[in-house]
């Protein structure tokens, strides 16, 4: 039997049913839009095509492409922005401890994360992509990469930093109680504390660097990813590929989210009973 929690002397629906209400709204108005306000918009003088396709429409079109279709390109992209997930977070990882280890850093370090976040993507993308150069047929894209990178730094080092200053006082005091220093400190007991907090801004850099990958793409010039596989669509007007890839990017970058905040929960239990 299905336990609803009370809140307040108010019933709130399980989590299952208002995601489920959530997407069926969703699609809902996305389907009266399609046939009502943009039924017109975007027309081909033969009647077909469309801004906005109905969901019959993207769902024929996404079996008609296949399997392979999308997982040609996404295999690509999912590299790219996999290493740039990794050396993003490293170098995250990596400021933040700095700024811990050495306090009169922490302005600096705090300061090129703020400009990382502040940049825009799309503005920097064709500099990173002379800079890098272009990539071999079928390889992941260099400007790629550190896009993905890029949207990922800004989130992890505040997330590292956030959770190492939540740290309680007295457990330093203990550790400094019996000679050791900053490293020890932050290593023995900053780290742990900081976990949760780190894997809470995993969750949020890992669409992040999907979306960047894809920003970086339409720079990079690969041959494949789903960046170039929109462009092409757009070209060739195949509206409803456009919107077919744009759901399945939607889909994985979901899912990465799911992903972290399922390995938080794995990694660090007490974090879930705290807030109990």
Same mark, same amino acid.
Do not use: H
């Given at each position: ?91 995250a990882l990596a400021f933040a401890a ?36 272009? @990539?071999?047929?079928?390889? @992941? ?65 890992? @669409? ?13 010039? @690969? ?25 399945v990017s939607g889909l994985i970058a ?23």
């Amino acid at each position: 039997m299905t336990e609803l929690l009370v809140t307040n002397g108010n019933k709130r629906l399980p989590s299952w049913a208002t995601a489920t209400i959530g997407v069926s709204a969703t699609v809902g108005l996305w389907w009266l839009s399609a046939i009502t306000v943009f039924a017109s918009v975007g027309r081909r003088p033969d009647g077909s095509g469309g801004a906005i396709p109905t969901p019959p429409a993207v769902i024929e079109q996404l079996f008609a492409d296949g399997f392979e279709f999308y997982w040609r390109n996404a295999s690509v992209t999912l590299t790219e922005a996999a290493i740039g997930f990794l050396w993003g977070n490293l170098l995250a990882l990596a400021f933040a401890a700095i700024a811990l280890i050495v306090p009169k850093l922490e302005n600096l370090t705090t300061q090129i994360a703020v400009i990382t976040y502040c940049i825009p993507i799309v503005a920097i993308g064709p500099i990173v992509r002379l800079v890098v150069g272009a @990539p071999d047929s079928g390889e @992941p894209a260099g400007a790629a990469i550190v896009l993905a990178a890029l949207s990922v730094f800004f989130t992890t080092m505040v997330g590292a930093l956030t959770g190492v200053k939540q740290t309680d006082r007295r457990m330093l005091d203990v550790v400094t109680a019996y000679g050791g220093g900053a490293w020890q400190r932050l290593v023995k007991v900053q780290l742990l504390s900081a976990l949760p907090s780190i894997f809470a801004a995993f969750k949020i850099a890992a @669409p992040a660097a999907f979306l960047g990958a894809i920003l970086g793409e339409y720079v990079g010039g @690969p041959d494949l990813g789903f960046g170039p596989a929109m462009v092409n669509a757009q070209q060739s007007l195949e509206i409803a590929r456009v919107w077919g890839v744009a759901l399945v990017s939607g889909l994985i970058a979901g899912a990465g989210y799911a992903l972290f905040g399922q390995i938080g929960k794995w990694l660090t239990p007490w974090a879930k009973a705290g807030v109990r």
